[in-house]
């Protein structure tokens, strides 16, 4: 599958933001998606995941309760909804794929799309 973030920008803090990822290729549906991020300097860390149905999700601590991530199968596309932006949400955000389980370390995904840039000031 061939992803491809988009919606990235410049937030404040206490805003909010809407990233997609726009899926092509294989079925869509059949895959368990996720986001990443990476700040400069520092390793690449799970944001959130979702089940191939939509119906299980599971968030990092950092953004539990801000962030809500889901999708839409019929549009081939998935959603992260970021709200009471602070500004250490500031980082390059990925969405990725994999098969079968939800996981949360960035090997454990096949598929990534380029990124997407979030700036959040203060």
């Known amino acids: 599958v061939q992803l491809q973030a988009l919606g990235g920008g410049l937030g404040q803090a206490g805003g909010s933001l809407r990233l997609s990822c726009a899926a092509s290729g294989q079925t869509f549906s059949t895959y368990v998606m996720a986001w990443f991020r990476q700040a400069p300097g520092k390793e690449r860390e799970f944001v959130a995941a979702?089940?191939?149905?939509?119906?299980?999700?599971t968030y990092a601590d950092s953004v539990k309760g801000r962030f809500t991530i889901s999708r839409d199968n019929a549009k081939n596309t998935l959603y992260l909804q970021m709200n009471s932006l602070k500004p250490e949400d500031t980082a390059v955000y990925y969405c990725?794929?994999?098969?079968?389980?939800?996981?949360?370390?960035?090997?454990?995904?096949?598929?990534w799309g380029q990124g997407t840039q979030v700036i959040v000031s203060s």
């Open positions: 990725a794929a994999r098969k079968w389980k939800i996981a949360s370390v960035p090997w454990q995904y096949d598929s």
């Open positions: 979702i089940t191939s149905s939509g119906g299980g999700t």
